[in-house]
């Protein structure tokens, strides 16, 4: 039988793939390798989806050192930003759910296009320092020593990521920092002791009120001998008593019968209130009369006037142009401003008119004119 074969010798590295490994350095090397192949197979380079560069493109870029590209992808990013803001809210006046739309949509491209050109963008930017070397060395070794120099490495991987942390650390740090600054300027405002003030005023009419109290038990018992003096007395004494005493006298009294604490509630609430008040009251009643009346009068007033309901308009401009339109055609037009929940509204009513057929007339001629009309009574 014969020998078998020795395995065949793995082919020799080419100068290419040697530039391209000395160039990208020690990170990923393979990956980028297969995908330079492939681009170098088809003589341009096609978008192939990265997500390192497009989840994280400034970190990407500058690992990579792509500085250009870095520079040319901060310019359009906040460019395009401030010009939608500045758009939307001077000229266009987007409402604010249009406007977050269209940055959504350029948060999502700032994503897109570096992920799926971020490989060609390394490519280009590689066979760049690739070329540059291979002319100022003598060999291709020289080329691959000052390319070795040049590429990225784990340290700058590690720096980038150090560098991140500090930022997230700084911004967190920022973030609770400024918590109970805020916290301290909302601390004074809710006190309790402001509302504490207006219960101890009102505390003090209380205890002002108790020598009231006191001073009208006596009265309550000095009204009381006459009846012991009575029961002192033989039984006939006892059926006079309630004749004697007349129905008010019994009604003032009714409230000092019953034991302390129930006086001592009456009283404060008879008390309380200062003398001068019932004056107030009796000028502040002929007052209601008035306003009552005049409400009463419109009443009668209103429901002789009908309008006509032409549109309710987002645009201002539409409302004017409709508005016109019915003055030139010599309807008695009027423009009103209206909130709703969705912004202001401008709302755009004909009339009034002294009767229903009137209304109903001029609701047809402005169908006619092609526009709304729905009459209302008021």
Not at 68 to 81: F, K, R
Not at 163 to 171: D, E, F, H, R, T
Not at 277 to 299: D, L, N, Y
Not at 316 to 338: C, D, M, S, T, W
Request: aromatic fraction near 6%; hydrophobic fraction near 50%.
């Amino acid at each position: 039988m014969p020998a078998p074969s020795p395995p065949a010798a793995t082919a020799p590295e080419s100068a290419t793939t040697a530039l391209y490994r000395a160039a990208l350095g020690p990170v990923h090397t393979a990956h980028y390798l297969a995908v330079f192949e492939r681009f170098d197979e088809a003589g341009r380079a096609s978008p192939v989806w990265n997500p390192v560069a497009g989840l994280l493109t400034l970190n990407w870029m500058a690992f990579r050192q792509l500085w250009g590209a870095a520079l040319v992808y901060l310019a359009c990013a906040e460019g395009l930003a401030l010009l939608v803001l500045a758009l939307s809210r001077r000229f266009l006046h987007w409402p604010p759910s249009v406007e977050w739309g269209v940055l959504l949509a350029l948060l999502l491209l700032s994503v897109a296009i570096p992920g799926a050109y971020g490989n060609a963008w390394l490519h280009a930017d590689t066979r760049r320092r690739m070329t540059r070397a291979v002319r100022e060395a003598r060999t291709v070794r020289e080329a691959c020593t000052a390319l070795e120099e040049q590429a990225s490495s784990k340290r700058r991987l590690w720096g980038l990521v150090l560098i991140n942390a500090l930022l997230v650390a700084g911004a967190v740090g920022l973030y609770l920092g400024l918590r109970p600054a805020t916290f301290s300027g909302w601390a004074p405002t809710p006190q309790a002791v402001v509302p504490a003030e207006p219960a101890l005023k009102e505390a003090a009419p209380v205890s002002a009120a108790e020598p009231a109290t006191v001073a009208a038990e006596p009265v309550s018992v000095a009204s009381a001998p006459g009846p012991a003096a009575a029961s002192a007395t033989p039984e006939p004494v006892r059926e006079p008593a309630p004749v004697i005493v007349s129905p008010p006298v019994v009604a003032a009294l009714e409230p000092a019968a019953p034991p302390a604490p129930e006086p001592v509630a009456s009283i404060l609430r008879e008390d309380p209130p200062p003398r001068e008040e019932p004056p107030r009251a009796s000028q502040a009643v002929p007052a209601a009369p008035a306003k009552t009346r005049a409400p009463k009068e419109a009443a009668v007033a209103a429901p002789q006037a009908h309008g006509i309901n032409v549109g309710l308009f987002a645009d201002p401009a539409n409302a004017e142009k409709a508005h016109a339109r019915l003055v030139e055609a010599g309807f008695p037009a009027i423009l009103q401003k209206v909130e709703s929940p969705r912004g202001e509204r401008t709302r755009v009513r004909v009339g009034p008119f002294a009767g229903r057929a009137q209304a109903d007339e001029a609701a047809a001629r402005i169908r006619a004119m092609g526009l709304d009309a729905v009459v209302f009574a008021p």
